[in-house]
């Protein structure tokens, strides 16, 4: 890990339209609804590292990460990679040097093409070699899965394949969405070894976006918690994650079942709407500690000791005072 | 006292290349106020399990052995008897609970539906307006917000752990002696799954109700039961008490199962992992069905299958205990 910068996000947001809009709403002047997927986030990625990104489903997890690889383009905000600022016409630089693994390997590959043609297509010709040396990186015999159809692997050796895939340009940087919450846990571990290894010997910068906060502990350096479209707590895995200080980080905490404890102490409620977020903090509805300032006025993202950010009103100056 | 009794079950499926056996002469007792975790990776026969004892597999399966419910061998039973038992005596809740709601009748019409089909067996006759008052009141005790509202609402607008707390509600509703849970929470988030693991252990003290958690997630089994399963290649390969199997697991495959679990960051080393796959059914290796990716792998091993043997209030099949 380093202290370059490969990455730089400033109030980076993605709304989507909520409904489609007919004719008649635009008469009508109904007003546009907007899904706020990622709201206002800012960060920095180092070159060499593991970013992970903790949130539950609906907090903006995988729309950050497709901002980030140039699938989705944001509407407002921008983004920094190796000191180039992208936008519509360097799109293609960005491309050249970032890669993305998916959720579900058995959606996110051709089920029509064979390993081999999957793995070669990045490239945009057949390069045997090439793809031999990746497909043999992630422990699959070349040989044997040449000629197969991704239906014909099981669950680990499909998501090797699409790792194969991302790591055959050899990218700098690689999004990984949840690549291990469909496998099972044995398998699990053999593919975050894999990656850990990959790492190493690539230097590759990985985002590592995970519900799961114990694989988020094993591959991270640094994570960043989302909630609703905005980062709640940002630091060292092993601060945030053993001393969470926000809330909402150790609500998560308290849910994730483990083998130390056998209560679990889930905070209550529902995930919010995106389409109208709690006004003030977006946890406040569900947090243990809300204040009335936390109702009126969003906390900002402060640093606190060192590299540390928190985003709540409890470690602010100002919300002590409102405390009293 | 004895709920379920499971004796010596075998699970076939009939397919192209001949009949495939897939649960290989399981038993099992579930006591009253049991909360029995089935752990196993996908592939060892735990949803068949549950499928089994609700008597719900395809076609194209057969089963011998005996099921006996308070007594009855539920394997004797036809279609028409067996009707009696389901939902109201053994319930079934499913991993994805939007698929096992019709899409197109309200929440409640459902729940009270389910409702009158349990008064009916029981040859009870109640008004509309009882009934109607008894759904809202479960849906007070889940802490769903505002009732009224949910009741009117369809499947679909309701988000994943709202869906899930209904299911739980007919389940409160219809009060079966069993509850079979097939991975009712793999398909929510953290926080959900915690709620709704919480308010399963509420209804096994508040309503006595037993209940079989299938699950993969043996932390999640551990949060969960009193007692666990540990499937393999459709053989139970350890079964005791949770406490115990947590802290002291004995077969090879649990200790596996345990230690692959991240715990530590990379920095500090390799994370453990079983190597290898899961067995496919119709190929399983001679011996111990474990062998291929066993660390404390033995000659005999590769020769004969181990059988189940009691340690310390425990079952393991493993040769290191024979």
């Given at each position: ?324 | 006292?004895?709920?379920l009794q499971i004796r010596n079950l075998n ?51 057969s089963m011998t052995g005996e099921i006996l ?254």
């Amino acid at each position: 890990m380093s202290n370059e910068v490969l990455y730089k996000v400033e109030h980076l947001k993605k709304y989507y339209l909520a409904y489609k809009r007919g004719i008649l709403d635009a008469i009508f002047r109904r007003p546009i609804l907007y899904v706020k997927a990622v709201d206002d986030v800012n960060l920095e990625i180092y070159k060499g590292e593991t970013l992970g990104v903790v949130g539950e489903s609906g907090s903006g997890k995988s729309t950050l990460g497709k901002l980030l690889v140039g699938l989705e383009r944001p509407t407002d905000g921008k983004i920094w990679f190796m000191g180039q600022e992208i936008n519509k016409r360097n799109e293609e630089f960005l491309r050249n040097h970032v890669q993305m693994v998916f959720q579900n390997p058995y959606t996110s590959l051709n089920p029509r093409m064979r390993v081999k043609e999957i793995v070669s297509e990045p490239l945009g010709k057949f390069d045997e070699k090439a793809v031999k040396e990746a497909l043999e990186t992630v422990g699959l015999d070349y040989n044997y899965v040449k000629d197969k159809y991704p239906r014909e692997l099981s669950g680990g050796q499909v998501q090797r394949v699409a790792i194969a895939r991302a790591i055959v340009r050899r990218p700098t940087f690689i999004v990984l969405d949840e690549p291990t919450s469909a496998l099972d846990v044995s398998i699990q571990s053999q593919v975050l070894n894999l990656l850990a290894d990959l790492q190493k010997e690539y230097s590759l910068t990985y985002m590592f976006i995970t519900h799961n906060i114990g694989v988020a502990k094993y591959i991270a350096d640094r994570v960043i918690i989302l909630y609703a479209g905005k980062v709640v707590e940002e630091g060292k895995t092993d601060d945030v994650l053993e001393n969470p200080m926000h809330p909402y980080t150790q609500g998560l905490k308290q849910s994730v079942p483990s083998l130390q404890t056998k209560y679990l102490k889930p905070p209550e409620g529902d995930v919010p709407s995106l389409i109208n977020p709690p006004s003030g903090c977006r946890y406040h509805p569900r947090c243990p500690y809300a204040m009335e300032i936390c109702k009126q006025k969003e906390p900002p993202l402060i640093p606190v000791d060192g590299d540390r950010k928190v985003a709540c009103w409890l470690f602010t100056p100002h919300g002590k005072e409102n405390r009293s | 006292m004895v709920l379920l009794q499971i004796r010596n079950l075998n699970v076939y499926y009939n397919t192209l290349i001949g009949k495939v056996k897939i649960l290989n002469d399981l038993n099992l007792d579930v006591d009253y106020g049991d909360i029995v975790g089935v752990v196993g990776e996908s592939g060892s026969g735990k949803s068949t399990l549950g499928y089994a004892i609700a008597k719900i597999l395809p076609p194209n399966a057969s089963m011998t052995g005996e099921i006996l419910f308070e007594g009855v061998n539920l394997l004797n039973l036809d279609e028409k008897e067996m009707q009696k038992y389901r939902g109201t005596q053994i319930f079934m809740v499913f991993q994805n609970a939007l698929n096992s709601l019709n899409p197109v009748k309200k929440v409640g019409f459902q729940l009270e539906e389910a409702l009158k089909i349990k008064y009916q067996k029981m040859g009870k006759k109640v008004s509309e307006d009882e009934i109607y008052k008894e759904v809202i009141d479960v849906f007070k005790d889940l802490r769903l917000p505002d009732p009224e509202v949910i009741y009117e609402r369809y499947p679909h607008q309701l988000s994943g752990g709202q869906i899930q707390r209904v299911i739980i509600a007919m389940a409160l509703l219809l009060r079966p002696k069993l509850l079979i849970a097939d991975e009712p929470t793999s398909a929510i988030d953290v926080t959900l799954q915690a709620q709704v693991v919480n308010l399963f252990k509420q209804i096994n003290q508040e309503a006595k109700i037993s209940i079989i958690f299938i699950t993969h997630d043996i932390s999640l089994a551990y949060a969960m039961s009193n007692r666990i399963l540990v499937l393999y290649a459709g053989r139970i390969m350890e079964e005791g008490n949770t406490e115990e199997i947590i802290k002291d697991p004995m077969h090879p495959y649990t200790q596996g199962l345990i230690a692959s679990i991240p715990k530590v960051s990379k920095s500090s080393g390799k994370l453990y992992s079983i190597p290898g796959l899961p067995p496919s059914f119709y190929t399983l290796p001679a011996g111990c069905k474990f062998h291929p990716r066993c660390p404390k792998v033995m000659p005999i091993c590769k020769e004969k299958e181990p059988q189940e043997v009691h340690v310390n209030n425990r079952r393991v099949r493993c040769w290191l205990y024979e």
